[in-house]
């Protein structure tokens, strides 16, 4: 069963397990898994609408709407940046500065990669701070102001720290040795129907602990 985090008449938000696609994928060889959509309709008896996504390899808050109507006035807010969102990422390597922002144009590459293109590239910027530095690696809070694909896992690459774990965009020999991408989706912040603020977090998994347990210990 998947954890419901928050729900109402307009909105239901789970906490998605990472490995597991928010929406159906496209491939064709092998046959996709159920995605998390495709369960939580079938879960719920209900017909729900897909306002944003968050990557297969991420855990954490997503949120589905339950109308037609919720869906459109979700989706001005994201289109118009009035969502808060909280990520907590591991990365490779000491990050020096307690905060920063990172302000570079993303485009689609081939392979399913983003890259920075300053050139063609649509705008794309995400701020974070440093909640703690390992020997080998930082743990970082990433506050996305855009929400292009990839964004925040390509922007931490792109100053010289991957994510932890993400065999896209890194040295794929040493990502391959962690058993997840340490990326979470911990807090999302929406504005409800009824003008109130609503803040939904979900809580680190187990699977994202045991590796900052792993890195401790090594």
Known sequence: MIETLFENEDIVVVNKPEGLAAIPERQLDPPPAESLYEMLCTQRGEKLFVVHRIDKGTSGVILFARSADAHRRLGMQFERRLVSKVYLALVHGIVEAEEGEIDKPLGQRGSGRVAVNPQHGRSAYTEYLVLHRFAAYTLVEAYPKTGRRHQIRVHLYSIGHPIV??????DREIQRQYPRMMLHAQKLTIRLANGQMQT???????SFERVIQMIERA
């Open 165 to 170: 774990g993400d065999r896209l965009y890194g």
């Open 200 to 206: 939904i977090e979900a809580p680190i998994p187990e």
